[in-house]
């Protein structure tokens, strides 16, 4: 196998959930799915040639055991599911407009003690839009470089403006789905904008959050609404019960609590979806590892004429679990083999 960049920055939260507990449910992302092909991550640096194997088993899992994140690795280990590496067969980086943009904001941004992102001239807290990642260049050995990569992470997801997604959750037990839920997701960023897209934001607000239940029956219509701001202002979220046909408001720790009985919770989306500023983040390390891709090929996609972008699927609308095929003997949470290629 050819030689690989890959390298990927850890860092580590404190008072946050610092390993994710191991999940009996399986959440789907439409767009973002669990996939059987990995990859050497791609974040900048080199590293030496590694030749992989086509798969990674339990036969001989313990040999790529530090490639593997440890939930993982504990997988595979116990024969419950595999890995098989692969190959992009495109050039993996963020639009070329938007890294031209993060290289212009090179040395106007920093972070308070507070964890808040704010002007380097005027020292307060940002309070307008601007587009690209903050800090285009970070030092590992800043003591706050932690926090800048985290704040890279909202400014480089935040770029797509807003975006609709829905979420299938499969509670699944050794013989299959227990129960499930569907539900969509609505996001407004108001940060990260290109130019020509900006909205009025005089109350300061990172992003809007909606999130409707539709199935089942017995909690359709449940909803909730959150605002998280870029300021020390605690963000607020509503919640409407349909079985008391009440809105209330919730708690803003709330959204690190189990999201309607699962093992999830909302501040999970995409890895991080919470306050940055009500954790300490910490620049750990660097280290390489193999990550799921939902296509080893670039998906095209066509503009919708209300100026959105469709999601294609590279398999079928329906995403399998091993525990729908028959003869299988890992766990039946894990997605099939040939589901995603």
């Known amino acids: 196998m050819p030689e690989k960049k890959a390298i990927i920055t850890t860092i580590k939260a404190k008072g946050g959930k610092e390993e994710m507990r191991q999940k009996r449910i399986l959440m789907k992302i439409f767009g973002l799915s669990l996939c059987s092909l990995f990859f050497l991550l791609l974040c900048g640096g080199t590293v030496k040639a590694m030749d992989l194997p086509k798969v990674i088993d339990k036969t001989n899992c313990s040999q790529y055991k530090d490639l593997l994140i440890p939930v993982m690795y504990r997988a595979v280990e116990r024969g419950e599911w595999f890995v098989t590496p692969g190959k992009i067969n495109f050039d993996y980086k963020l639009p070329k407009s938007f890294l031209e943009a993060s290289l212009k904001n090179e040395g106007k941004f920093g972070i308070n003690p507070n964890g808040n992102l704010i002007e380097i001239n005027s020292k307060k807290i940002v309070s307008h839009n601007f587009y690209g990642i903050p800090f285009p260049k970070i030092d590992p050995k800043d003591p706050v470089a932690g926090g800048k990569i985290m704040w890279n992470f909202v400014f480089a997801q935040d770029r797509m403006m807003g975006r609709i997604e829905r979420f299938h959750y499969r509670w699944v037990n050794k013989n299959g789905e227990e129960r ?50 870029m300021n020390d202002s605690p963000d607020i979220s509503y919640a409407y019960v349909p079985a008391i046909r009440r ?6 720790t709330t959204r690190s609590d189990p ?4 093992d999830g919770w909302m501040d999970l989306q995409n890895g991080w979806a919470g306050k940055n500023s009500s954790m300490n983040w910490k620049y750990v390390g660097e280290k390489t590892i193999l990550v799921g891709f939902t296509s080893p090929d670039m998906i095209p996609v066509d503009d919708i004429p209300d100026g959105s972008i469709p999601i294609k699927y590279p398999y079928s609308d329906h995403f399998k679990l091993n525990y729908e095929n028959p003869g299988w003997k890992g766990a039946s949470w894990a997605p099939a083999p040939g589901t995603v290629t």
């Open 180 to 229: 499930y839920l569907l539900s969509i997701w609505y996001n407004l960023y108001m940060y990260s904008r290109p130019p020509g897209q900006e909205i009025k934001n005089p109350d300061n607000v990172l992003f809007y959050e909606i999130t409707n239940l539709t199935e089942p029956m017995s909690c359709k219509g449940t909803n909730t609404l959150t605002a998280i701001y």
């Open 247 to 252: 809105i209330r408001r919730t708690g803003s």
């Open 259 to 262: 999201y309607m009985g699962s």
